[in-house]
Structure formats: C-alpha cells, structure tokens
C-alpha cells in the first residue's frame, strides 16, 4: 500500500483506495473506492490525482 502514496492518478480511473487525493492544482477531495478520479475542481479540465 506504500506505493499507492506516490503513484498518480488520471482523471477517469478508478480509485484504488478509499481517502484523500490531491490534484495537480493541490486542491483536495475525499475519495470513495467505487468512484473515478474526477476533473480538476478548480479548472474543470483532466488532471492527475495522489493519494494523501
């Protein structure tokens, strides 16, 4: 589970894990396992996602 930490995301994948994720623009959202990485909230364009 280490690795989950520093593996980045796309905007569409599935999430993993269950928790925070922070976006490209360091914006953060709580993530459920079910959910897909979403847009970024704050430019609503595609990003990339880390686990906190």
Known sequence: MAEEKYRK??????????????CQSGKRAKLNIRD???????????TTWTHE
Request: proline share 12%; net charge negative.
């Open 9 to 22: 995301y796309r905007t569409g994948q599935g999430v993993p894990v269950e928790g925070e994720y922070i």
């Open 36 to 46: 897909n990485f979403p847009v970024c909230p704050l430019s609503n364009k595609e």
